[in-house]
C-alpha cells in the first residue's frame, strides 16, 4: 500500500504538470460579446473581451460590499455589457490607480467570468491584472468653450467658473460657464476611491462652490446617448488656478508696433493660419483689411479659438498678447465676438485661394491617398469641379481622428488652411474636425 | 391568475414534470453523472425549449432533479462496490450490498427521500414563504466565510483511519497526519485542476458549460468504475424483498440529519451534499447505518430538489446549482402560482420516483447476480470517457486522466472524496479573497 | 463568536477571511486531543489480539510455523501449508498435522470450529491430504495439557490474551504509581465487520473477565451464527492489587478503533480512566485565553488590523467548546495549573444528549441571527433590521426589541435545558453513582464515535 500512495503522488504530480502544458499551449480566446448575451451555456465561461468602455466607471454599495461597475460594448453586438467587480477586487483595481482603471472611451482587454439570466446577460472581473488597457482617448489640450458636435470619447479641455454643483449617484456633477458656453462635467465617484482623501477632499469641496473657477481635462460622454458632459479621468488634470487679473491694454491694431512687449488686447479679423517651424502664425488683420499683425499660437490654441473647421474666414476675434515685436504678438487669451460659417468653397476655388486662407471643402471624392513619414496622411480629393488637390493631415491630427486612411472612393468633407509645399497646392487640416468621412 | 394560466396550465406542469422525471429515471442510475450534466446533455443535444416552451423548463427541470435524488442511489449502493482492503471504510450501502442487502439499503434511502421531498415542499410553501428570505439577507454576505468554515472544518474532523497501526507515537502521528496530507494534496490537486480548466482555453468555449465535467467523471465517476474492475468482486445473491430493519428514532434522527445537511447545502453556493451532510450529522448526532442511508436519502433531496426550487420562490429567487442557473438562463418562474405548482410537483414526482426506484432496485440486484460486475463497470468506464470526448474533446481526456489520477489518491490515501471538490472551491475562495492573480501567475496561465 | 463583532463581520463581507480562525479556534480543544494527543500518548501495554494483514487490513493474517512462539499465543492469525498425518478426525473434532516451508504444527479443531473447517474446506481432512491441497486454517496458538504448542482452529482470538494484559497493567499501575495505559486493538475481519469482546472489571474478586462475542456490523448489529464456542470465549485473570470500578458495565469493544485505557492508583485502589488523552488542559480556560493571545499576535504579525477582536473571538470560540462540553458528565479541568482535577459536568439531560447536542447548536445558530439581524444596518447590508419585533408584536417598545428577539430565539433552547436539569435529577436519583459512570463513559465514546461519523 505505501507504493500504491507512492504511485498516487507521482500520478497526481504528473497529471497536473500534463494539464499545465496542454493548458499553456491554449490560451483563453477572446470572444465576441455577441456568443456570450442569452446563451445560457455560456453560463459561468471564463474569457476574454475585447471593446470599449462605454460609460465612466461607477462605485456603489451592494450587500454591504464596495462594488464597480463598468459598461463595455464591442462591434459584434450594440449592447452594452455591464461587468461588475465586488471587494476585494474592486478596492485593489481602484487603489492600482486611473492609469488600470477602465475608463470611457478606453479599448480594453478584460478577462471575466459570465453570467446569463433569462433577460439579461452580465459578467464578473476575474483579477485586477486581467484588465488591459489597450488605447485610451488622449491628446492635446484642446479647449471647448461647449460641447456641440464634439465626439464622444473625445479628450478635450476646458475652463471657466462652476455652476450649479450637485451630487448624483454617479458622482460630482457641475457646469462650467465658459467663454462663450457652457459644458457639464461629472466627477465620477470612483476617483474617490482611486485616490486618497487628502487629494479627494481640497478638488471635490472647490469643485462643489459656485463660483470656482477650474481648467479641466476629461472624456466626452453622452448620458443616455443625448447630453454630452466631459467626465474627468484624472485629478491632475483639473486644475484651480488662482486667477491672477492680467491687464491688457486695449488698443487698435494699428497701434502694436509701439507697444513692443507690454501686454495689448486687439481687435480684428481672422485672415489666415501659416506654419514654420513648429509654431502657427494667425493672421489677423484690421477690419479694414489694411494692417495685420501676426499671432504666435500653439496648434492647441489655434484648434480652440480658431478651428478652421468651425470658425471661417474673417470671423471677428479679441486677441490678448503680449507684443514681441512691431507686428507679431504672442497669444495669451482669445474670444469670438463676431463668428462666421467656414468659407466653403470647391476644389477648384481653393486652388485659387491664397497661401494660409482657412477654407472647407465638402462632398469631395478621395481619389488616391497614402502614409508617409511620421504617419502623415496625404489624400488628394476631387470634387465636381472637376479639380484636384492635396489634403495634408499631419500625424498629430491623423492620432486624434481615430479612423483609418480613407480609401479612393470616400466621400469626405474637408476644413483647414491653404499651403503650398514642394510646390504642390494643398489643404492641411489641424483639427479632427477638419476630415469628415460623409461616406 | 389569467396571467399565469396563459404561460402554463396545470397539464403543461404535470405533462413537462413527468418528462423531466422520466429522464431523470432513465439516466441517474450512471455513477458519475450529475443531473447538470444530463440536462446540459438534452439543452445541447436537443434544445427542446427554444420556441414557446421556456416556461416549462423549470418543471421538466424539477421532475429530472427529484428523480435524480432517488435514482442516484442506485449508483452508490450497487455500483461501487469496494473491497475492504482498499477502503478503511466502507460506506453503509457497499457493507449492505456485500451481505446481499442492497436493496434494503435503497429502501432506507428512499425513505429518507420521501421524507425531504415532503419536508422540502411543506416548509418552503409554508413557513419557508417568511422566513428563507429574512435568511438569505442575513446570510447572503458571509456566504463565503460558511465556505471557507465548513471546508476547514472537513479538514480539521477528518478521522485518521490507520493511526492504530504505529509502533510508536510518532509512526502513529504520522500515519494518521498521512490521511490528512493526502486530504490536502487531493483538495490542492483538485483545485489546481480547477482553475486550469476555468482560466485557460483548454475547453473549447462552445462547451464552456461542460469545463468541469471532465474533472467530476474523473473525481467521482472513473474511480469508481475501475475500483469495481479491480475488486473483481462477486455479489453475493441479493434480497429484494421490500423490508427494512429501522427503527421510528432512527428515521427521524436520519431525516433530521439529512435535511439539516441538505438545507444548508441547497442555501450556501459550492457547499455540496456531502459537505452539508457531515454539518448535518454532526449536529443530529447520527448514529447507525439505517440512520445514516436515511440521512443521505433525505440529504441529497433537499439539497438537489431544495437549490433548484429556491428559483421559484418569487420574492427570494436565489440561484443555486447548475441545473438552476442553466434554467434560470431560459426562464425564471416569477409567480406564486408557480412556486406552488413546482411544490406540488415535487410531492407528485417524489411519489413516482420512489415507485421507479424500487422497481429499478430490483431489477438491478437481478442483473448483477447475473451479469458480470466487472463488465458492466467497464462499459460505464467507456461510456464515460467517450461522453469526455464526445463533449470536451482530446484536451477534455487530459483533464480526465489528471482528474482520476487525484480520485485514485483520495481512494488511495483513504481519504475523504469530498475534498475532489477543490476544483469548485479553490477557484471561488480564491476568487473571493482576491489571490486569484497571484494563484494564476503561479500556474503559469497568467 | 465573530458575529458579535462588528468589524470582523465587515471584514468578512469585504473578503477578508481572517475572523475564520474563531471557528477554528473553537474546534482546537478536540482537534489537539484527536490529532496529536491520542497518537502521542504513550501506549505502555498494546494488545493486538489479531493482528491486520498489512496489504488488506484484516484480520487475520499469515503466520509462518517456525514464527510461532509464546509471544504470539492466543492472537488470531492463519497458518498455510499442506495436512502432514492426520491423527485422529471424527465428528466434532480433528487432530492433524500442518507443514508449511518453515515447519510443521499440531492443529486441533473442535466443535463448532471443526463444523467450520470444514465447510471452509469443501471436504474431509482426510480427502484434504490425499489431495495435497494447499489450506489456510485461522486459529491461535495454545498450550496443551503435555505443555506441547498446537494449534487451535478459530476464527477469533482466545480472550484469555486481553484478559492476562488488562490485569497486567493494573499491576504495573500500582506497583510504578503513575498512570500504565493499555492500548486494546479492536478486531477487523472480512466484509467490514468486527469481533466483539467485552471487558469486565469483577472488583470484588480481583478478576477481569473478557467475553468474546460475536462479529457485528459498524452499527453494532451481531451477525447471527458467529458467537465463538463455549470453550474459547472467557478469559479470566487476577490481578495482585485491588481496583475500582464503579461502572456497572462491561467495556465494549467492537468497531472502529480500539480504545486506551488508562489506571491510575489512587489510594489503596487502582482506578480506570477510560480514554485518558481526552479533555486534558486542551479543553480548559487556561488554554483558550492561550488560543486567543498566540492568534493575536500571529493576526498582529501579519498586520491584520483587528488582531484584538480576533483574539477574543477566538477566546470566546475556544471557551465555548469547554462550556458546551461541561453540560455534558465528564467535565474538564477547568484552570490548569491552578486547579488539577476535573470539575465534573452539568449532566444536564443524561436521557437524550443528542437533544442536548441540538438545543446548544441551535443556541449557536439564535446568537448569530440575532447578531446578524441588529449589525446589519450599520453593516450597510440592509437598510433596516429585517427582524423588528416591534413592528409585530405592538407592545414591545423599540429599545427593547432586540432583547425580545433574543429571549425569542433562544426560548426552546433554555427549555431544553431547563429539562435536562429536571431529568438530570430524575436520573441520578435513579441509577446514581454507577449511571453517572456510565453516562460519563458513554458521553466518551459518543465524542470518539463523533470524529468518525463523516466519510
Known amino acids: 500500500m505505501g507504493l500504491l500512495r507512492v504511485l498516487a503522488v507521482i500520478l497526481v504530480i504528473g497529471g497536473v504538470v500534463g494539464v499545465y502544458y496542454a493548458a499553456v499551449k491554449s490560451p483563453m480566446p477572446i470572444v465576441p460579446i455577441k456568443d456570450l448575451e442569452n446563451n445560457i451555456l455560456m453560463n459561468y465561461a471564463t474569457v476574454y473581451i475585447e471593446g470599449i468602455v462605454t460609460s465612466p466607471p461607477r462605485v456603489d454599495i451592494s450587500g454591504g460590499k464596495l462594488r464597480l461597475t463598468i459598461y463595455v460594448r464591442d462591434n459584434s453586438s450594440p449592447t452594452e455589457l455591464p461587468i461588475y467587480a465586488y471587494d476585494p477586487l474592486a478596492s485593489e483595481i481602484l487603489k492600482q490607480g486611473v492609469d488600470k482603471l477602465p475608463f470611457i472611451g478606453d479599448r480594453v482587454r478584460l478577462l471575466i467570468q459570465v453570467r446569463v439570466r433569462e433577460d439579461y446577460t452580465y459578467a464578473y472581473l476575474q483579477d485586477a491584472r486581467g484588465i488591459y488597457i489597450l488605447s485610451r482617448p488622449s491628446g492635446e489640450r484642446v479647449y471647448v468653450d461647449s460641447l456641440v458636435n464634439i465626439a464622444q470619447y473625445s479628450y478635450v479641455c476646458s475652463k471657466g467658473t462652476v455652476r450649479n454643483p450637485r451630487n448624483v449617484s454617479a458622482g460630482l456633477l457641475f457646469d462650467i460657464r465658459t467663454a462663450t458656453g457652457t459644458v457639464t462635467v461629472l466627477v465620477p465617484n470612483a476617483l474617490y476611491y482611486a485616490y486618497s482623501n487628502e487629494l479627494v477632499r481640497p478638488i471635490v469641496g472647490n469643485l462643489s462652490l459656485p463660483g470656482t473657477y477650474v481648467d479641466l481635462c476629461g472624456v466626452v460622454y453622452y448620458y443616455r446617448e443625448t447630453s454630452p458632459e466631459i467626465v474627468v479621468r484624472e485629478l491632475e488634470e483639473v486644475r484651480l488656478p488662482v486667477v491672477q487679473p492680467v491687464l491688457f491694454t486695449v488698443i487698435d491694431i494699428r497701434d502694436v508696433p509701439n507697444y513692443i512687449n507690454k501686454d495689448v488686447s486687439i481687435t480684428g479679423l481672422f485672415y489666415a493660419i501659416y506654419y514654420s517651424a513648429g509654431t502657427y502664425y494667425v493672421e489677423i488683420r484690421s477690419t479694414d483689411e489694411a494692417f495685420a499683425v501676426n499671432v504666435t499660437m500653439s496648434r492647441a490654441q489655434v484648434i480652440s479659438l480658431l478651428n478652421p473647421a468651425t470658425v471661417g474666414w474673417k470671423t471677428l476675434v479679441r486677441i490678448n498678447g503680449t507684443v514681441t515685436a512691431p507686428s507679431m504678438l504672442r497669444y495669451v487669451a482669445g474670444e469670438i465676438l463676431e463668428k462666421k460659417d467656414p468659407l466653403t468653397v470647391t476644389v477648384a476655388d481653393a486652388l485659387s485661394h491664397p497661401v494660409g486662407r482657412p477654407l472647407r471643402i465638402v462632398n469631395a471624392t478621395v481619389t488616391s491617398s497614402s502614409t508617409v513619414g511620421a504617419g502623415n496622411w496625404r489624400i488628394y480629393i476631387r470634387d465636381a469641379s472637376g479639380s484636384t488637390i492635396l489634403v495634408f493631415v499631419p500625424s498629430s491630427t491623423v492620432s486624434e481622428l481615430g479612423i483609418s486612411l480613407p480609401q479612393p472612393g470616400t466621400v469626405v468633407d474637408v476644413a483647414g488652411y491653404r499651403e503650398v509645399y514642394g510646390g504642390e497646392q494643398e489643404v492641411v487640416v489641424i483639427s479632427r474636425e477638419g476630415l469628415v468621412i460623409r461616406g | ?446 | ?455
Open chain 3, 1 to 455: 463568536m465573530v458575529t458579535f463583532f462588528p468589524p470582523l463581520l465587515l471584514d468578512l463581507i469585504n473578503g477578508v477571511m481572517w475572523p475564520v480562525l474563531a471557528g477554528v479556534a473553537a474546534y482546537m480543544p478536540d482537534f489537539v486531543d484527536f490529532k496529536f494527543r491520542k497518537f502521542l500518548w504513550r501506549q505502555d501495554i498494546v494488545v493486538d489480539p489479531a493482528p491486520r494483514d498489512p496489504r488488506t487490513k484484516l484480520s487475520p493474517r499469515r503466520i509462518k510455523i517456525n514464527k510461532l512462539s509464546e509471544a504470539e499465543r492466543w492472537r488470531l492469525y492463519y497458518i498455510q501449508g499442506y495436512v502432514g498425518r492426520v491423527l485422529e478426525e471424527r465428528e466434532g473434532f480433528a487432530k492433524f498435522t500442518l507443514r508449511d516451508e518453515t515447519g510443521e504444527i499440531l492443529v486441533i479443531a473442535r466443535d463448532r470450529d471443526y463444523t467450520k473447517l470444514r465447510e471452509t474446506l469443501g471436504s474431509t481432512i482426510e480427502e484434504a491430504a490425499r489431495a495435497k491441497r494447499r489450506i489456510s486454517i485461522s486459529g491461535f496458538l495454545d498450550i496443551g495439557e503435555d505443555g506441547k504448542p498446537y494449534w487451535n482452529v478459530a476464527d477469533a482470538p482466545h480472550p484469555q490474551l486481553i484478559a492476562n494484559k488488562v490485569a497486567e497493567a493494573i499491576d504495573r499501575a500500582y506497583e510504578s504509581g503513575r498512570m500504565v495505559t493499555i492500548k486494546i486493538h479492536n478486531i477487523r475481519v472480512a466484509g467490514d465487520f468486527y469481533r466483539r469482546f467485552l471487558v469486565h472489571y469483577d472488583q470484588d474478586n480481583k478478576r477481569i473477565i473478557v467475553y468474546m462475542g460475536p462479529l457485528v456490523s459498524t452499527g453494532g448489529l451481531p451477525l447471527e451464527g458467529t458467537e465463538p464456542p463455549e470453550y474459547r470465549k472467557l478469559g479470566v485473570a487476577y490481578t495482585k492489587y485491588s481496583f475500582r470500578k464503579v461502572y456497572p458495565r462491561p467495556t465494549i469493544i467492537d468497531a472502529f478503533s480500539g480504545p486506551e485505557i488508562g489506571y491510575v492508583k489512587s489510594g489503596e485502589v487502582v482506578e480506570e480512566v477510560f480514554i485518558p488523552w481526552h479533555r486534558g488542559f486542551s479543553h480548559s480556560v487556561t488554554a483558550s485565553l492561550i488560543a486567543g493571545v498566540v492568534v493575536g499576535l500571529l493576526a498582529l504579525l501579519v498586520g491584520y488590523t483587528n488582531y484584538l477582536y480576533l483574539a477574543v473571538a477566538c477566546t470566546l470560540g475556544y471557551l465555548a467548546h469547554v462550556l458546551e462540553d461541561q453540560l455534558g458528565f465528564m467535565g474538564s479541568n477547568l484552570l490548569p495549573p491552578l486547579t488539577k482535577k476535573r470539575v465534573p459536568g452539568l449532566m444536564l439531560f443524561p436521557t437524550r444528549p443528542g437533544l442536548m447536542n441540538f438545543a446548544t447548536n441551535w443556541l449557536m445558530l439564535a446568537l448569530m441571527i440575532w447578531n446578524l439581524n441588529r449589525f446589519s444596518p450599520q453593516l450597510g447590508v440592509t437598510p433596516y433590521k429585517l427582524i423588528r419585533l416591534s413592528t409585530v408584536i405592538q407592545s414591545i417598545p423599540v429599545h427593547l426589541e432586540d432583547y425580545a428577539l433574543l429571549g425569542l430565539l433562544i426560548a426552546p433552547t433554555l427549555l431544553v435545558y431547563l429539562a435536562g436539569v429536571v431529568d438530570r435529577s430524575l436520573f441520578i436519583r435513579k441509577y446514581r453513582a454507577p449511571g453517572v459512570e456510565e453516562a460519563k463513559r458513554k458521553e466518551t465514546l459518543e465524542e470518539a464515535l463523533e470524529e468518525v461519523g463523516g466519510y
Open chain 2, 1 to 446: 391568475m389569467i396571467v399565469v394560466e396563459y404561460f402554463i396550465t396545470v397539464f403543461d406542469v404535470i405533462l413537462w414534470g413527468l418528462m423531466g422525471a422520466s429522464l431523470g429515471l432513465a439516466l441517474s442510475w450512471i455513477p458519475g453523472l450529475h443531473i447538470a450534466n444530463l440536462m446540459i446533455l438534452v439543452l445541447y443535444a436537443t434544445p427542446l425549449f427554444t420556441g414557446g416552451n421556456e416556461y416549462a423548463a423549470p418543471y421538466f427541470a424539477l421532475g429530472a432533479v427529484v428523480a435524480f435524488s432517488f435514482m442516484s442511489s442506485i449508483a452508490s449502493t450497487y455500483l461501487s462496490v469496494s473491497d475492504e482492503s482498499m477502503m478503511l471504510m466502507l460506506f453503509p450501502s457497499q457493507r449492505y450490498l456485500l451481505v446481499g442487502r442492497g436493496h434494503r439499503a435503497v429502501l432506507l434511502y428512499c425513505i429518507g427521500a420521501l421524507i425531504g421531498a415532503l419536508f422540502l415542499a411543506v416548509f418552503m410553501t409554508t413557513i419557508g414563504v417568511v422566513v428563507m428570505p429574512i435568511i438569505y439577507n442575513l446570510f447572503s454576505p458571509y456566504y463565503w466565510f460558511a465556505l471557507l468554515a465548513v471546508v476547514l472544518f472537513m479538514f480539521l474532523s477528518e478521522w485518521p483511519k490507520e493511526s492504530d497501526l504505529g509502533r510508536s507515537g510518532l509512526e502513529r502521528l504520522w500515519l494518521a497526519w498521512r490521511q490528512i496530507l493526502g486530504g490536502l494534496l487531493v483538495f490542492f490537486a483538485s483545485g489546481v485542476l480547477g482553475l486550469y480548466a476555468t482560466y485557460s482555453g483548454l475547453i473549447k468555449l462552445e462547451v464552456s458549460f461542460a469545463r468541469l465535467t471532465p474533472l467530476f467523471i474523473g473525481f467521482f465517476g472513473l474511480p469508481w468504475v475501475l475500483r469495481n474492475i479491480i475488486s473483481r468482486r462477486t455479489l453475493p445473491a441479493q434480497d429484494t424483498r421490500h423490508v427494512v430493519e429501522t427503527a421510528p428514532s432512527a428515521v427521524i434522527n436520519g431525516a433530521t440529519s439529512g435535511i439539516i445537511g441538505g438545507g444548508i447545502a441547497a442555501f450556501f453556493p459550492v457547499i455540496t451534499g456531502g459537505m452539508g451532510a457531515l454539518i448535518g450529522g454532526h449536529m443530529a448526532s447520527s448514529r447507525g447505518d439505517d440512520a445514516f442511508l436515511i440521512s443521505q436519502g433525505a440529504a441529497r433531496t433537499v439539497y438537489y430538489t431544495g437549490a433548484l426550487f429556491f428559483l421559484f420562490h418569487p420574492t427570494m429567487r436565489i440561484t443555486r446549482g447548475a441545473v438552476a442557473w442553466l434554467v434560470g438562463g431560459l426562464y425564471t418562474p416569477k409567480a406564486w402560482i408557480e412556486f406552488y405548482y413546482g411544490a406540488a410537483l415535487i410531492i407528485l414526482v417524489a411519489g413516482a420516483s420512489l415507485l421507479g426506484t424500487i422497481y429499478m432496485s430490483k431489477a438491478v440486484a437481478k442483473l448483477l447476480t447475473r451479469v458480470s460486475y466487472a463488465k458492466i463497470s467497464a462499459v460505464i468506464a467507456v461510456f464515460l470517457v467517450a461522453l469526455v470526448y464526445y463533449l470536451t474533446g482530446f484536451n477534455g481526456l487530459i483533464l480526465l486522466a489528471a482528474a482520476t489520477a487525484v480520485g485514485f489518491a483520495a481512494m488511495v490515501f483513504n481519504t475523504r472524496l469530498s475534498y475532489c471538490l477543490g476544483a469548485l472551491i479553490l477557484p471561488v475562495l480564491l476568487n473571493i479573497t482576491g489571490y486569484t492573480d497571484e494563484a494564476l501567475t503561479l500556474l503559469g496561465i497568467r
